[in-house]
């Protein structure tokens, strides 16, 4: 619900209670860690597409969370205490795709030449080349003036209303207050606004970019010894600063000088296989709402469970490492990134190449179309539990994750003392796909999912139970997909 009392979006649990949670399950842990981990770990993130690649947009509440954020509808302290909705932004102006010059209707992160760069981008782009997710660190969806919807509108101009300002719409759809600024005093007003917002905004990011390099460590021979994470954590930083610099800039003269930045090369060698996706027959069990952590879901399995073994069978070029390969979906696109360089030949031109892209196909319910291989000249960053997320596929360092199987008997032995209402619920899911640190259960239906939440005891016994066996807050999510919940064991709860 949308609120003028609280324009937040909100949390599960207050941050100072987090802390006091977290400090006394370790008394050693650092508090500026537990901070951290948890505006990371209760950060909204969400799926940018459906599977059939359609733009999911974010809901009203992170609009208004953004908007409330920006100009200063929530107290600082209140809102230095809430994580941020990230999952969109509403520019005060026409962005240019960096790629094609359409209308921008992402920021996100893309790869150039080895290196994780942010740019605008408009919706074909981000499909073909950016972060299918929203939010920290992923992409941004732009949300233009004329498009936010009346109802965040109408909480916006109640509360400029009662803190006795203008209403922040340049349209005049909002209530104009009694007294204020207008026509062109009006307008100086706002550009003045802004200017302080990108200000405060750029110090903010400048800021973070410093604390940043202050952890990192200086080598013997005077340059600093970065891990990749770490390093594209910074450029992409840095590059923030220096667009807000630039914004900053803009705005003094009344000029726009932003132009376009050259198209980043996408050094990677592209199979399609959109010419098979046609002959491939949808099972009824594969429903054209099938969600992108379903998709995800059947792609790790798919990948350790059939293609692997397929490719050491036949001694294929990827059989060596497969297993230390990492999988991105980039919209339609699966990217296979191996430490293996093949120089001018992509490895999936051959007969068992196009057998794996046929199943992977085929296993998405068409929703991957193109598949990609992508060499690794540098080693993929550590896999880091703050930093996986529910559209996760597939990294090296999953090969030590638990088989799903033995995962659910464990499961289902930490959920002996269930609620009575609760086992029967919970007795209908099954342990899908795990990875180092996440697990993905099934459930035939999206009333069983509902279920869990509705049940009275179940989501909390479910909640606690994978506590104990991840050992941190848990991680997981519970996709509807009969396919793969036809595929494991329901859990035995007697």
């Known amino acids: 619900m949308l609120s003028a009392e609280d324009p937040l979006i909100p949390v599960p649990i207050e941050l100072d209670s987090y802390v006091a949670w977290a400090m006394h399950e370790d008394s050693t842990v650092d508090v500026w860690s537990v901070r951290s981990r948890y505006f990371h770990e209760f ?19 992170h ?12 107290d600082e302290d209140t809102a230095a205490h809430r994580p941020a ?30 290196e994780t760069v942010p740019i605008y981008a408009c919706l074909d782009c981000t499909r073909a080349h950016g972060d299918p997710v929203l939010g920290p660190g992923s992409s941004v969806y732009l949300m233009y003036e004329d498009e936010i919807p009346q109802r965040v509108r109408k909480v916006c101009d109640e509360i400029r209303d009662l803190q006795g300002k203008n209403s922040i719409w340049s349209s005049t759809t909002g209530p104009e207050p009694a007294e204020g600024p207008a026509g062109g005093d009006r307008a100086a007003s706002v550009i003045q606004s802004l200017r302080s917002i990108i200000r405060e905004e750029m110090n903010a990011v400048r800021s973070d970019a410093e604390r940043m390099v202050e952890r990192f460590e200086l080598g ?15 450029v992409g930083l840095v590059t ?20 376009a930045q050259p198209a980043p090369t996408m050094e990677r060698s592209t199979t399609s296989v959109v ?10 069990q594969d429903p054209l709402t099938l969600d992108a952590k379903a998709v995800s879901v059947r792609l790790r399995s798919l990948w350790v469970g059939a293609i692997g073994p397929m490719l050491e069978e036949h001694e294929h070029d990827l059989a060596e490492v497969w297993s230390r390969a990492s999988l991105q979906r980039v919209g339609s696109e699966l990217v296979i990134s191996a430490p293996m360089n093949f120089g001018e030949g992509d490895p999936l031109d051959d007969e068992h190449g196009a057998t794996l892209k046929t199943l992977i196909t085929q296993e998405s319910g068409g929703v991957i179309t193109t598949v990609t291989y992508q060499y690794a000249d540098r080693p993929l960053p550590k896999l880091r539990r703050a930093r996986t997320h529910s559209l996760d596929i597939y990294h090296p360092e999953d090969a030590a994750a638990p088989d799903c199987t033995a995962l659910a008997a464990a499961l289902a032995g930490k959920l002996v003392g269930a609620g009575a209402h609760a086992k029967p619920v919970l007795a209908q899911l099954t342990v899908a796909g795990a990875s180092k640190f996440r697990l993905w259960l099934a459930a035939p239906t999206e009333a069983d999912r509902k279920a869990v939440g509705s049940t009275p005891g ?22 509807v997909d009969p396919q793969s919940w036809q595929r494991y064991p329901k859990l035995e709860l007697g």
């Not at 950060?43 to 509440?61: E, Q, V, Y």
């Not at 013997?220 to 910074?234: C, F, M, N, P």
Request: proline share 5%; aromatic share 6%; hydrophobic share 40%.
């Open 43 to 61: 950060a909204p993130r969400m799926a940018g597409f459906d599977s059939l690649g359609t733009p999911l947009i974010p809901p009203d509440t």
């Open 63 to 74: 609009v208004l969370d953004h908007l409330a954020r920006v100009w200063d509808l929530v």
């Open 275 to 284: 010419g098979t996706t046609t002959a491939l027959a949808r099972s009824d």
């Open 458 to 479: 179940a989501a909390a016994d479910l909640h606690l139970a994978i506590a104990a066996i991840q050992r941190g807050q848990p991680l997981y999510d519970i996709v």
């Open 85 to 114: 909705a990230a999952t969109v932004a509403c520019p005060v102006e026409e962005l240019e795709c960096d790629l094609c010059e359409s209308r921008a209707r992402y920021e996100t992160p893309v790869l150039n030449r080895g």
């Open 240 to 259: 923030r600063a220096n667009r807000l610099k630039s914004a900053l800039d803009e705005s003094a003269d009344g000029s726009s000088s932003r132009q």
């Open 220 to 234: 013997e021979d005077g340059k600093y010894s970065l891990t990749r994470s770490e390093y594209d954590a910074y």
